[in-house]
């Protein structure tokens, strides 16, 4: 799939537009069977073309993307290492292509916090484009978000073990 230290884009597209909503570079730490996680340091630019602004994020990240999985995220992290929180973003499954990882954004999002606790977000956005969206997508964007609590819950790859939750985090 991809080499560990391999540097990669990642780009969000938004459908049916067939526009580029926002993209990123990272960095692959970890191949597995079905999933790569990738890193992005402090400091990393987050390239929101939708809103036409570009963030550098002041917090290291891990995003896990797996094969078939509606979903992808992973955990902020402050410079010690404790978890800041979770970001999972509802998406189709990820095409992995030669230096690039790319989906459609399917405007849910979910947020845990570190002790685990779970909120999904932007339902009036995806309520919005329900019916623009292929009638799979739409089951398959309710049941990721079932998923991504299953998964927390669960405490599987990456999650890592519940702390003291914090604010949320500042998003574009």
């Given at each position: ?6 540097q990669l884009r990642v780009e969000f597209w ?80 990820p095409r992995f292509e030669v230096g690039l ?72």
């Amino acid at each position: 799939m991809y080499a560990l230290g391999q540097q990669l884009r990642v780009e969000f597209w938004k459908y049916p537009e067939e526009r580029l909503h926002y993209w990123w570079e990272a960095e692959v730490r970890e191949v597995r069977e079905g999933a790569v996680l990738l890193y992005m340091p402090p400091g990393f630019e987050f390239h929101h073309e939708s809103k036409q602004r570009v963030l550098r994020v002041d917090h290291q990240a891990y995003v896990a993307f797996f094969e078939g999985r509606w979903y992808s995220g992973g955990p902020d992290l402050d410079p010690q290492g404790r978890v800041l929180e979770y970001y999972w973003n509802v998406q189709t499954p990820p095409r992995f292509e030669v230096g690039l990882i790319r989906q459609y954004d399917l405007e849910l999002d979910v947020k845990c916090r570190a002790d685990h606790r779970c909120q999904t977000f932007d339902l009036e956005e995806f309520a919005a484009k329900v019916n623009r969206y292929p009638a799979e997508w739409v089951e398959q964007a309710r049941q990721a978000v079932a998923e991504i609590e299953r998964h927390v819950q669960q405490r599987e790859w990456p999650v890592l073990p519940p702390g003291e939750a914090g604010d949320w985090l500042e998003r574009v």
